[in-house]
């Protein structure tokens, strides 16, 4: 028995070693259950040159150190081409969110200025409940210009005026019980500084507005020192093809991420995402027995013995 148990010590210790040489996963997020990303970035070889390299390297994904934010993901947008790419983002989101969340990464929505539509939601109150710590100075970060036009508000649908047409967070999107909603970058900062939270995978739209210039998006986020990464297939860009640099909306997309792995975060693609998802340890609710209410919270059913009311782990 004892000869039993040294013999599959030694092997567990010689895996842990082999992949950890290997590159596949360290020996400490062996024993953690962790995994990791393929991330996209790109880099200036000769400085002062024009030219940039693509290159691809691999980040740790650790549950408990990482959230999950969707951007201005509305239920209606004042551009009707905006509008009917973010039905169609929604519905891809959806397993990404639940993947997550399943695994036990923190998420957040932030459909900025319909706050009053969540108000009373628990997800919102544990927000406003944080006490504020003390902020970090932000790093001295420059913002070179986009590579696109979009002074004129970005929409590729004819005669369409700007208003506020969002009353919520797109309905197809779920809301879990333990996840937090708000619009405020030192809210959401104030959450990953309590729960210890170094990292931000960002979903939704739009990356050359919102997503890079909220609160709460890729640019102050990254000068309070938050590690963000893009999902780069779960977004979209307020661009009309009418305008510089002249090129189709999907090319003029790539470009604004190529712009933002240059120059502020990496990108992933959510089919790794959701791979490197598959590795990790852990999973909470089933969520395919959930149901919503009218807000979009996911109601998850309380475990057989549990008291009544009590949500799943």
């Known amino acids: 028995m004892e000869f039993s148990v040294l013999r599959r010590r030694v092997f567990l210790a010689g895996l842990l070693a082999v992949t950890a040489s290997t590159g596949l996963v360290s020996a400490q997020q062996a024993i953690e259950g962790g995994s990791r990303l393929m991330l996209r970035s790109r880099y200036q070889p000769f400085k002062g040159a024009t030219e940039w390299v693509e290159t691809n390297f691999q980040q740790p ?28 983002l929604a519905q891809r989101m959806v397993p990404v969110v639940n993947a997550a969340r399943a695994k036990g990464i923190l ?5 900025s200025s319909t706050m009053e539509f969540y108000k009373d939601t628990p997800q919102r109150q544990r927000m406003l409940a944080l006490p504020r710590p003390e902020l970090r100075s932000s790093l001295p ?14 929409c590729d649908a ?22 937090f909603i708000s619009d405020n970058g030192l809210d959401i900062y104030t959450l990953m500084k309590q729960r ?5 995978l960002i979903m939704g739209v739009h990356t050359n507005m919102c997503v890079l210039g909220r609160s709460f998006g890729i640019r102050q986020m990254t000068r309070w020192g938050v590690k963000c990464m893009l999902i780069r297939d779960l977004t979209d860009t307020m661009y009309n093809p009418q305008d ?5 909306h999907d090319q003029g997309t790539e470009l604004v991420i190529q712009h933002i792995e240059k120059y502020w975060a990496p990108t992933v693609l959510s089919s790794e995402l959701l791979r490197a998802l598959k590795q990790l340890g852990g ?13 979009g919270i996911v109601k998850v059913p309380a475990p057989v013995g549990s008291r009544a009311g009590a949500v799943a782990p």
């Open 61 to 88: 994904l650790q549950a408990k150190e990482t959230l999950l934010l969707i951007c201005d993901m509305w239920d209606k947008h004042w551009c009707r081409g905006a509008t009917e790419r973010v039905n169609t």
């Open 107 to 111: 998420v957040v929505h932030a459909p």
């Open 141 to 154: 970060l420059t913002d070179p210009p986009l590579p696109i036009d979009d002074s004129n508000g970005g």
């Open 158 to 179: 004819p005669g369409d005026k700007s208003y506020p047409a969002w009353t919520r967070q797109h309905p197809a999107i779920p809301i879990g019980e333990e996840d």
């Open 196 to 200: 210890g939270v170094r990292n931000m």
């Open 244 to 248: 510089r640099p002249y090129v189709s």
């Open 283 to 295: 999973t909470r609710a089933d969520e395919s027995r959930c149901r919503r209410d009218e807000s």
